[in-house]
């Protein structure tokens, strides 16, 4: 990593990409073991993680540090919502609420009520 100092905020999250997937994996096992549907959008993000993970180890991007940053940001306010869900669904602000209840195969719909 660069001489660049990450937020304050993100010392209570994730710190790498690679520390997102570990935090995801046991999430996805228990999901999957469970058959929710919610184990479809973790796996695919998921998938995309490890994707990101890899190039970043690669140099693949101009700035791997920013990226890597921006990863565990964003998947860590959606793993957090996933957590908060998972122990009680009235937790998380409605437009993950909206999400996370809405019927499999319903993604539009579920988007067109988070847009009102």
């Known amino acids: 990593m660069s001489g660049r100092r990450r937020p304050v905020a993100a010392t ?3 710190v790498t990409a690679d520390d997102v997937l570990a935090r995801m994996r046991p999430t996805l096992e ?8 919610l184990r479809h959008f973790l796996a695919t993000y998921y998938r995309t993680t ?7 180890r690669a140099r693949r991007f101009e700035d791997p540090d920013w990226v890597d940053l921006w990863d565990v940001a964003f998947a860590d306010l959606y793993l ?7 122990k009680d669904p009235a937790t998380p602000s409605r437009p993950w609420r909206l ?13 067109s009520r988070m847009d009102r």
Do not use: T
């Open 12 to 14: 209570i999250w994730s």
């Open 30 to 37: 228990q999901l999957e073991a469970e058959g929710s549907p």
């Open 50 to 56: 490890r994707a990101v993970a890899q190039a970043i």
């Open 80 to 86: 957090d919502a996933l957590e908060a869900h998972r």
């Open 99 to 111: 999400a996370f209840s809405a019927p499999a195969g319903s993604a539009v719909r579920a988007k």
